[in-house]
């Protein structure tokens, strides 16, 4: 890497945003194998925990023995939940203002729950040692049909709260039923589609750990761990634990991929520091995959019936759903409190409509908790597969193009910022160029003709398109908080006497390459270039306060406050230089990285100068304090919408059902482009994602509530031989209000392919009549909706 070639964006620091293909400054250090995960961490005398779960779904815990572990010759400690709950910590706090039990005390509530921990010597001695636990239950019936949940005769899952009754967990609603109803009723065309988006998990490469150190005599907390929210979680800990937050220490060091899996505490964290509090040892807790995937948040599990409504020549008046939504045995729902659906509420997709209404009914299951925003903005993806299914049912139902009716119904440019008739304030987009430059990468009419052809043929060739906005970059703080911590971004910005500048960000890397992006932002508005910038994250002693990476809010809130917190020490900057030059500063000339006098280039001072001046001898200016640093907290006034246009071509094979995805153009605008080659590779990312929820991927459980994706070998994720060469494109609509016109990308493929990919499938079916299936498509459900069953029994 030290011999490379120069790459165009280095000989290009007078423009770090944007330009070129900069490479990631972390992956010398990825490629080698040299990443700083959790479990690679050996701390002197460090014990190992392992946990033991349960084997049912549903059970009332009647007695437990650990006599045997305890007598293992390398078992240090095994706890029950009676012993937590002696401690007061046998329960801790969801992000959903629900609670959820660390260890159980009274009953199972699904398969893999947690039931005791063991801390032994060694990883090994601790898993032998949970067989020598002894567990007697009583096994009830588990509830696991969403849609039977709520039937008087289901057995209550929530009988720990107060005067629960039944399995309801809560309703909620938006948009104007009356004004919705009443364009109904009058609509010359109403189509209505049941679907399910299945429970799917994010399985990120490496999974969930943590090593809790904590320090006995001064009484301080070191927890390594694998989290994308660091500030959030040490408040929450401190507020759990009765620790102050200055003796807790929260640090995530590299972290192998989050998508929203490593947002909630997990039973397994808390364990850790109650081990360590006990032993007075550091412990460590690795989770293995089952693990992983069976107990950590799934994603998505909504049943949606959705109607649309529309006159006969295709404009489309309004959209109505009713969502059943199973939340697990515990509403773990990672979602600011105010929005217990999460950002559902923009359904109403990148149309132009006159009336909206979204009702929800969530419940509890036998299952795993969660309802984490798995690459998704806090259930868009649900949203925007419901939006894009119903645009492509009615495109069947009047025999339009889906294309020509997506661009008839599109919210102009000139009606940003654009309020939806559920309240949310899109603030820019030219849906239509984008649209437009898909279908040229595509060359769409060309693939019409296709499959055209290839119909006579019986050959079975789908073209499915898809176009979404998304909400990303949570808060502003007014209206959106976890936990009562308001969604705001701090950020830190210390230029060294040399020029070199380290900037200290709240948010998380888990791969996207933020020590890269964030340098590039600080480039941009104080001209030091990106190599001499040092990017801190993931440590709550040395970051400043913010909310954490997930919902694509890094770029912005994050991303506004790095560039702000920029501009902050420009403005010093340029005071201090007016004294260098002996000029007033409304005489100064900013030109990217140094202050000239107007009128005369040559009379200039760089950023490097004026670091040095700044920290060192000689006089500043009068009131100008020495240093040259600024901290800042950034309180975003809007969310950012990032908007696509994809475009999936399928070939399903008539006699075997099997789908196979040929091209995929997905084209993106996410306003600035910071760094393009870093936004192609969170598409393909997301991409990829989308065409394993399509086709692949499910959490099912059988009717005891056994997980059947329990492993890889179950749960099937894409690997190279799924996917295609993937063909991105850009359009750049800059968001008004971030500082340098960026909106989030991380998940936008992840929300915008799932229905490109099923639109295409259905698509290819044309010829069996079929107008919707359920995901994933796998060959069997294929097969099924090609013999006249869309639904899986
Ligand atoms: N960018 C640029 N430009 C623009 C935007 C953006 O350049 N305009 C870039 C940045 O800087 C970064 C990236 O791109 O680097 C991303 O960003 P964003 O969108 O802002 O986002 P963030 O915040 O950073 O991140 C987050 C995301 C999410 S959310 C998810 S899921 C996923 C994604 O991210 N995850 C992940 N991606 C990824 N990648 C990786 N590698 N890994 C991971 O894990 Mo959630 O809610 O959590 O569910």
Same mark, same amino acid.
């Given at each position: ?8 964006? @280095? ?24 990443? &700083?995960?959790?479990?690679?961490? !050996? ?9 033991? &779960? ?208 490593? $947002? /909630? ?18 412990v460590k807790w690795v989770e293995d995959r089952s693990e992983n995937l069976t107990s950590t948040s799934f994603a998505r599990d909504y049943v949606m019936r ?105 919210? !102009? ?37 296709? !499959? ?67 340098? !590039? ?8 270039? +990106?190599?001499?910038?040092? $990017? ?105 919408? /990032? ?21 995929? $153009? ?55 031989? @799924? $996917? ?42 044309? +010829? ?12 069997? &459900? ?12």
């Amino acid at each position: 890497l030290q011999d490379r070639p120069r790459t165009e964006f @280095e000989d290009n620091d007078q423009h770090p945003v944007g330009h070129g293909r900069m490479l990631r400054k972390e992956d010398p250090r990825f490629i080698r194998g040299k990443g &700083r995960y959790v479990d690679d961490l !050996q701390l002197p005398g460090m014990l190992h925990l392992a946990i033991l &779960r349960a084997p049912m779904a549903h059970a009332r815990l009647v007695s437990i023995d650990t006599s045997a572990a305890q007598a293992h010759p390398k078992v240090k400690l095994v706890v029950t939940g009676a012993m937590l709950a002696e401690k007061g910590l046998a329960w801790m706090p969801t992000l959903s203002n629900d609670v959820q039990a660390v260890l159980v005390t009274d009953k199972v509530r699904f398969q893999g729950q947690e039931v005791a921990f063991v801390v032994a010597e060694d990883r090994y001695s601790a898993r032998d040692a949970l067989e020598l636990i002894d567990v007697e239950y009583d096994v009830l019936p588990a509830v696991v049909d969403v849609r039977t949940a709520l039937d008087p005769s289901s057995p209550v899952i929530r009988d720990d709260l107060d005067g629960k009754t039944d399995n309801h967990c809560f309703d909620w609603e938006t948009g104007d039923a009356a004004a919705t109803e009443a364009v109904f009723a009058k609509a010359e065309v109403v189509v209505s589609q049941d679907m399910v988006y299945p429970r799917v998990h994010p399985a990120p490469m490496e999974t969930c750990g943590a090593v809790a150190d904590y320090d006995s005599i001064d009484g301080q907390l070191t927890l390594y761990c694998t989290t994308q929210a660091p500030h959030a979680h040490r408040t929450l800990y401190a507020i759990v634990a009765g620790l102050p937050e200055h003796k807790i220490r929260i640090r995530a060091g590299d972290i192998g991929g989050g998508f929203g899996n490593k $947002v /909630p505490i997990y039973p397994g964290y808390v364990c850790a520091i109650v081990a360590s509090l006990l032993t007075g040892k550091p412990v460590k807790w690795v989770e293995d995959r089952s693990e992983n995937l069976t107990s950590t948040s799934f994603a998505r599990d909504y049943v949606m019936r959705g109607e649309i409504a529309a006159t006969k020549d295709g404009k489309i008046l309004a959209v109505r759903t009713n969502v059943l939504a199973d939340h697990g045995a515990f509403n773990g729902q990672a979602a600011p409190v105010k929005y217990p659906a999460g950002f559902f509420g923009v359904f109403t997709g990148s149309y132009d409509l006159q009336a909206a209404y979204a009702k929800q009914t969530a419940v509890y299951t036998n299952k795993a908790p969660g309802g984490v925003a798995y690459a998704c903005s806090f259930r868009i993806t649900e949203a925007v597969y419901l939006v894009e299914r119903l645009v492509d049912c009615l495109a069947d139902e009047l025999k339009m193009d889906p294309v020509a009716l997506r661009i008839k119904n599109f919210i !102009q440019p000139d009606q940003f910022p654009y309020t939806t008739k559920t309240g949310w304030i899109y603030d820019s987009g030219n849906y239509e160029a984008t649209m437009r430059e898909a279908m040229r990468i595509a060359d769409y009419d060309g693939l019409r003709r296709e !499959q055209a052809e290839k119909r006579e043929r019986g050959e079975l060739m789908g073209i499915g398109i898809s176009f979404f906005t998304e909400a990303v970059g949570a808060g502003p703080r007014k209206d959106m908080d976890i936990l009562g911590l308001g969604m705001a971004d701090g950020c830190e910005l210390r230029v060294h006497p040399t020029g070199k500048a380290v900037v200290r960000v709240s948010c998380m890397s888990q791969g996207q390459g933020h020590e890269t992006t964030f340098a !590039q932002i600080i480039a941009e508005e104080i001209g030091i270039p +990106p190599a001499d910038i040092q $990017v801190v994250n993931g440590d709550t002693d040395q970051t400043p306060f913010g909310l954490g990476t997930y919902g694509s809010r890094s770029t912005p809130v994050s991303g506004a406050a790095a560039a702000l917190v920029a501009r902050k020490v420009r403005d010093k900057a340029r005071i201090i230089a007016s004294g260098m030059l002996e000029v007033s500063v409304a005489d100064l000339d900013w030109d990217k990285g140094s202050f000239h006098v107007k009128g005369d280039p040559t009379k200039s001072v760089t950023i490097q100068d004026i670091a040095m001046r700044a920290h060192g001898a000689g006089d500043l200016p009068e009131g100008v304090e020495g240093g040259l640093e600024a901290q800042i907290c950034y309180n975003p006034e809007n969310l950012t919408y /990032p908007n696509g246009a994809y475009i999936c071509v399928v070939d399903v094979d008539p006699g075997t059902a099997v789908v196979k995805v040929r091209r995929f $153009v997905a084209v993106d605008d996410c306003g600035t482009r910071i760094n393009p080659m870093i936004i192609e590779g969170q598409v393909h990312g997301g991409l990829a994602d989308g065409v394993g929820m399509a086709l692949m991927e499910m959490i099912a459980f059988d009717e005891d509530g056994n997980c059947l994706g329990g492993s890889l070998m179950d749960y099937l994720i894409p690997t190279a031989l @799924e $996917v295609p060469d993937w063909e991105t494109g850009a359009t750049v609509t800059p968001s008004p209000h971030h500082p340098i016109g960026a909106k989030g990308v991380g998940e936008s493929a992840t929300v915008g392919s799932p229905p490109a990919v099923v639109n295409a499938v259905i698509d290819a079916l044309t +010829p069996f009549g079929v107008r919707h299936a359920d995901m994933p498509l796998t060959p069997s &459900r294929v097969w099924d909706a090609m013999q006249g069953h869309p639904h899986p029994p």
